[in-house]
């Protein structure tokens, strides 16, 4: 009994010491949480798919709830809406932490401009985590970004939960 005990035992820790937050090609997450940004607060969603051993490819749907009007002006659904194709570069496993800490910066292109990101997820299961992501951008497409157009395309800081699909 103890010696199968002991099997067991060994079995789990070899499995817990493979396990990682990022597997690499067809490793699917899924985030959703607050996005906070100068003015506006909203909801954000990320769907990021594995395409190698550090990549991932995905996507970015932002939407600001919580927003100031600017000059007596009440926003329209484009001021308040974004979307942004991602590209990551998962490099937790650099510094041997990868078994529950995924850190991924990346770039972005979106609707209002070209950016990065930069994000730290922790999974407490296999399946649940938490994570940060800042984003800021790097081109504006209009120079001068004034009023509305300065939602979504500033910094801005994301907190909330991560999913293994």
Sequence with gaps: MKKILAVICLLAAVQM???QVFKGKGDTKFQVGANLQEKGSGIIATYDRGI????SFGFTSLYLLGIEEVAGEKPNFDDRFDLRARFSANIAD???IEEKVDIYPGLNIG?????AHFGV???ITDGFGLY?????PIAHYDNDPRGFEKYNNQFNLSIGASFNL
């Design 17 to 19: 010491s493979n396990a």
């Design 52 to 55: 190698g051993t550090n990549m």
């Design 94 to 96: 650099v510094f041997g």
């Design 111 to 115: 609707i209002k401009n070209f950016g």
């Design 121 to 123: 997820r922790y999974f």
């Design 132 to 136: 940060s992501e800042i984003q800021l």
